[in-house]
């Protein structure tokens, strides 16, 4: 039966080149369209990460629960214990303590509520990788009293690099405190809400404005993202009581609300592609099998069953769905690598005011699920043309010939 299934494809061959269009064109467009969402979510993932949240965030039990409201009640007085357990995880690349604080800044232009951490210049340069400067430099760790600002707070008060700037907010006692500071950057990050209220100052400096000397927290950075949750309990086994581990995921409001959005976008486009798969291959299909009724009757005739017409055709045309999808397969790839080396510019993200150039990823796990689906779809588009087929009567098969 095989064998008697590829000599009619080859003997078939201007319809059978039209099935294997058919297919290898909707299984390469389900190979780009995949593609492009994988690389979309992915640059998403780690501009996250790489901005704001690296991979894993430590923080005393309760603080996250609070929701940052009281920082002052959770400070970790003593991160030494901490910083010896993330550095024995494997795969850790950097981590650095970070503290938290709100206030307000101002200058001679007026005064906003902000967001602020206090920071370690040197290890945040390397979690924060996704950031972009817009005008000036990142803080060094020279810069005692240096500052950073997002690029909406910068715009709101009119600063430039070199603008001095008052920091105004409460001490962990409750009193009063300010510093002044010189701006060094302002940056801009993957949240446009973020970046409206954000400043960066340098970690000491922030302990000096609290009247503290602990950190709320200490941001951990890996060598790849799949290592997220074993770090996570390698982590959560070495630490002492009283902690608790957030990963990325935890953490990004943002990123998982875009990503969702993407998802359910991309997805209905994809169900698009696959109906359209399935009703170009039926046709397709149907057109052939109803051109063959009489060769179909000639083979009752001389003794084969209804049974053996239908599973010949059948066969037939999963053969053709197996060529066709290795044809889309390799196209979808070949064209993927071509886009991608050209790119495609992409508008910002909801929230966000930085664009980006997508890809098209070449991902296994998509090419089989496109090859599986070409397969799939052409055998599902053949079962009712050929349960037709056999079902119709051996003298009206062959009259059709006549």
Not at 182 to 208: C, H, M, N, T, W
Not at 280 to 304: C, D, Y
Request: net charge positive; no cysteine.
């Amino acid at each position: 039966m095989l064998k008697l299934a590829l000599r009619n494809i080859l003997r078939q061959r201007a319809r059978a080149g039209l099935t294997l269009a058919a297919i290898a064109l909707g299984v390469a467009s389900l190979v780009l369209s995949g593609g492009f969402v994988a690389d979309i979510l992915l640059q998403l993932r780690e501009a996250t990460i790489r901005s704001q949240l690296g991979h894993l965030q430590i923080y005393k039990r309760g603080q996250y629960a609070s929701g940052g409201h009281h920082p002052y009640d959770f400070l970790i007085e003593a991160p030494q214990a901490i910083e010896r357990a993330v550095d024995n995880v494997p795969g850790v690349v950097t981590r650095a303590n970070r503290m938290s604080f709100s206030g307000l800044i101002s200058n001679r232009r007026g005064e906003l509520p902000i967001l602020g951490e206090g920071i370690d210049p040197e290890r945040e340069a390397r979690i924060g990788s996704a950031i972009s400067m817009l005008t000036g430099r990142r803080l060094a760790i020279e810069d005692d009293f240096g500052i950073m600002v997002g690029e909406g707070l910068a715009n709101a008060l009119k600063l430039k690099v070199g603008d001095s700037v008052d920091l105004l907010l409460n001490t962990r006692e409750g009193a009063m405190n300010t510093l002044d500071f010189k701006l060094v950057g302002v940056f801009r990050s993957l949240s446009k809400e973020y970046d409206a209220r954000a400043v960066r100052i340098p970690l000491r400096a922030a302990q000096e404005l609290t009247a503290t000397s602990g950190v709320n927290s200490v941001v951990v950075l890996l060598a790849d993202t799949g290592l997220t949750a074993r770090a996570r309990a390698d982590l959560e086994a070495r630490l002492p009581p009283g902690f608790e581990v957030k990963t990325w995921q935890e953490l990004a409001d943002f990123y998982n609300n875009t990503a969702a959005l993407y998802e359910r976008q991309f997805g209905v486009l994809q169900v698009i592609i696959l109906v359209m798969v399935l009703l170009s291959v039926a046709n397709s299909v149907n057109m052939t099998l109803h051109e063959r009724t009489p060769e179909f009757g000639i083979m009752r005739a001389l003794g084969r069953t209804g049974r053996d017409v239908f599973r010949l055709a059948v066969l037939e045309t999963a053969l053709l769905g197996a060529i066709g999808a290795a044809l889309g397969v390799a196209i979808g790839a070949a064209l993927a690598l071509v886009i991608s080396a050209i790119g495609i510019p992409m508008p910002p993200p909801p929230n966000s005011e930085s664009g980006f150039t997508a890809a098209i990823r070449i991902v296994p796990m998509i090419l089989a699920a496109a090859f599986a689906l070409g397969i799939l779809a052409s055998i599902g588009a053949s079962l009712l043309p050929a349960r037709h087929l056999a079902r119709i009567p051996v003298v009206e098969a062959l009259r059709r010939g006549v």
